[in-house]
């Protein structure tokens, strides 16, 4: 693998790293699972795009206990090849491939052919001034599987709600992250394939830097991974994303919806001439809401304020 020093200020000889534990400027983390016919396509691709720079990096495949070829061809190329002893999950493996490294910046791109590689130079440029770098797939969803694209426009549509921001894509495959402030979330981050989605959420929702990339999404080599299911896990770890950053995004509209029932039901009662406590109780479930949504920002606003050093 051809690679370089780092400093992002200055240019020193080339050199590459021997062990995945060297210090390098980027390191290129590929989660894999029975992905045997993509591999080294991306594995080369990611070598042929960043081999040009004057920095140093390593390519890490981080393979998530495949029964297939695809650790053998991961060992071939010019990548380190850490392993699970089973399946874990899309998110174990990019953990395990950003634990094993020693980088400032971190990228992740998926091993199924569908990201541009060559796209990894454009976005370490604007990496230098952001936490977050993004490869934005296009809006129309090209090359994404038809029966996907409802489900990720709604997830989408609730996420940019909760965050307050239009998220271009919530869970693209293709990102880099400074590595210190990424830190700061691997302990929230989930195992599966939610594992972007979460990570869009917190880097959002603690503002910091993110910028998105439009780039052209491919269609993938090989069978997909995710299944049905995984949509409503993705909704449950949306909501459970703002209740740690931003719970009164949830819990101000429900208290004022049943606000209204209440108000609508007493209005009718007193139309009728005849007042229940339903009204009452939709009144009181509303307060009851809006308390409960205060004291859990209090909690959120005490557990990510910063800590003394």
Same mark, same amino acid.
């Given at each position: 693998?051809?690679?370089?020093?780092?400093?992002?200020?200055?240019?020193?000889?080339?050199?590459?790293?021997?062990?995945?534990?060297?210090?390098?400027?980027?390191?290129?983390?590929?989660?894999?699972?029975?992905?045997?016919?993509?591999?080294?396509?991306?594995?080369?691709?990611?070598?042929?795009?960043?081999?040009?720079?004057?920095?140093?990096?390593?390519?890490?495949?981080?393979?998530?206990?495949?029964?297939?070829?695809?650790?053998?061809?991961?060992?071939?190329?010019?990548?380190?090849?850490?392993?699970?002893?089973?399946?874990?999950?899309?998110?174990?493996?990019?953990?395990?491939?950003?634990?094993?490294?020693?980088?400032?910046?971190?990228?992740?791109?998926?091993?199924?052919?569908?990201?541009?590689?060559?796209?990894?130079?454009?976005?370490?440029?604007?990496?230098?001034?952001?936490?977050?770098?993004?490869?934005?797939?296009?809006?129309?969803?090209?090359?994404?599987?038809?029966?996907?694209?409802?489900?990720?426009?709604?997830?989408?549509?609730?996420?940019?709600?909760?965050?307050?921001?239009?998220?271009?894509? &919530?869970?693209?495959? *293709? =990102? %880099? #992250?400074?590595?210190?402030?990424?830190?700061? !979330? /691997?302990?929230? @981050?989930?195992?599966?394939?939610?594992?972007?989605?979460?990570?869009?959420?917190?880097?959002?929702?603690?503002?910091?830097?993110?910028?998105?990339?439009?780039?052209?999404?491919?269609?993938?080599?090989?069978?997909?991974?995710?299944?049905?299911?995984?949509?409503?896990?993705?909704?449950?770890?949306?909501?459970?994303?703002?209740? &740690?950053?931003?719970? *009164? =995004? %949830? #819990?101000?509209?429900?208290?004022?919806?049943? !606000? /209204?029932?209440? @108000?609508?039901?007493?209005?009718?009662?007193?139309?009728?001439?005849?007042?229940?406590?339903?009204?009452?109780?939709?009144?009181?479930?509303?307060?009851?809401?809006?308390?409960?949504?205060?004291?859990?920002?209090?909690?959120?606003?005490?557990?990510?304020?910063?800590?003394?050093?």
């Amino acid at each position: 693998m051809s690679a370089r020093p780092n400093t992002a200020a200055e240019v020193r000889p080339r050199s590459a790293p021997k062990t995945i534990s060297d210090p390098v400027y980027l390191s290129v983390v590929i989660p894999v699972y029975n992905e045997e016919g993509a591999i080294a396509q991306t594995v080369a691709g990611v070598d042929q795009a960043l081999s040009p720079l004057p920095i140093t990096y390593n390519i890490i495949v981080s393979d998530d206990g495949s029964t297939d070829g695809t650790l053998k061809k991961a060992e071939q190329s010019d990548a380190f090849a850490v392993t699970a002893p089973e399946n874990s999950g899309y998110g174990a493996a990019i953990k395990c491939g950003i634990a094993a490294g020693n980088s400032e910046f971190v990228a992740i791109i998926d091993a199924d052919g569908t990201y541009p590689a060559n796209r990894l130079p454009e976005m370490l440029e604007l990496a230098k001034s952001a936490d977050m770098v993004v490869g934005a797939r296009d809006a129309a969803m090209t090359n994404v599987a038809l029966v996907r694209r409802p489900a990720k426009r709604i997830l989408n549509a609730l996420a940019s709600y909760l965050a307050r921001r239009k998220i271009p894509d &919530l869970n693209s495959g *293709l =990102r %880099i #992250f400074r590595r210190s402030t990424l830190q700061n !979330f /691997l302990p929230l @981050l989930p195992t599966g394939f939610s594992f972007t989605t979460t990570v869009t959420l917190c880097m959002l929702c603690s503002y910091a830097r993110v910028v998105y990339l439009p780039i052209q999404y491919k269609p993938r080599i090989g069978k997909s991974k995710i299944r049905y299911t995984d949509f409503f896990t993705f909704i449950l770890l949306v909501l459970r994303a703002m209740m &740690l950053f931003n719970p *009164l =995004r %949830i #819990f101000i509209p429900l208290g004022a919806a049943l !606000f /209204l029932l209440g @108000l609508l039901k007493l209005g009718y009662d007193i139309v009728i001439g005849d007042l229940s406590e339903t009204a009452v109780f939709g009144f009181l479930s509303a307060i009851m809401l809006w308390s409960l949504g205060l004291i859990a920002d209090m909690i959120a606003r005490l557990h990510l304020r910063p800590q003394p050093k």
